[in-house]
Nanobody
Framework: QVQVVESGGGLVQAGGSLRLSCAAS????????MAWYRQAPGLQRELVAS???????YVADSVKGRFTVSRDNAENRMTLQMTNLKFEDAAEYYC????????????????WGRGTQVTVSS
């Protein structure tokens, strides 16, 4: 069983910055890709950024140049540094973690955190 907890959301003025963190925990786990998604009211959940266990990153075009994703494999933690926040960045941000068990690496699972709210004000 893997637990995922997001933190770092809050209220920020447009143009400001926030740093989100995702911490994963579990026993006998191999963590694969970790990703940030977001969902604004009335809209579908969308992929914002991801990072593989080898450090390969992806950032959506809508946030490229403003958001940076990074990962600490030793801590099983992923960070999303968000700068120059815009009104359209306001959403619930969710962490998704893909993982395998050490004794059955061919089977992959994924789990979600409960989310952290990002609100952008004028």
């Amino acid at each position: 069983q893997v637990q995922v907890v997001e933190s770092g959301g809050g209220l920020v003025q447009a143009g400001g910055s926030l740093r989100l963190s995702c911490a994963a925990s579990g026993s006998n786990i191999v963590y694969n890709t970790m990703a940030w998604y977001r969902q604004a009211p009335g809209l579908q959940r969308e992929l914002v950024a991801s990072v593989t266990s080898r450090g390969t990153t992806y950032v959506a075009d809508s946030v490229k140049g403003r958001f940076t994703v990074s990962r600490d494999n030793a801590e099983n933690r992923m960070t999303l540094q968000m700068t120059n926040l815009k009104f359209e960045d306001a959403a619930e941000y969710y962490c998704n973690v893909e993982y395998s068990f050490t004794d059955s690496p061919w089977a992959e699972y994924n789990t979600w955190g409960r989310g952290t709210q990002v609100t952008v004000s004028s």
